[in-house]
């Protein structure tokens, strides 16, 4: 950017929200903060006991696959 365009830029008042509508703000966050925290405290679906851990062994699977690829690849050139 041009240096008279940063100045003109650093001589502008500092932009600050008004008190009302920053009042207004933080009770439509706590009242959103409020209603997701009963959702929290549900217990999980049983789906979600069977899906993640077998999204995790499925990843430790091919982990130990890739690894053993580099190896094989890496043993074959020495």
Do not use: K
């Not at 365009?5 to 650093?10: D, E, G, N, S, V």
């Not at 925290?37 to 217990?43: D, G, L, N, T, V």
């Not at 890739?66 to 074959?76: E, F, G, P």
């Amino acid at each position: 950017m041009s240096e008279p365009l940063m100045r003109a830029l650093a001589e502008l008042p500092a932009a600050e929200p008004g008190a009302a509508r920053s009042q207004r703000i933080r009770e439509r966050c706590r009242q959103r903060l409020v209603q997701q925290a009963p959702r929290a405290s549900r217990p999980r679906p049983r789906i979600a006991l069977v899906w993640q851990p077998l999204v995790a062994a499925l990843g430790l699977v091919y982990l130990i696959a890739a690894i053993a690829q580099a190896v094989s690849v890496l043993s074959s050139q020495f």
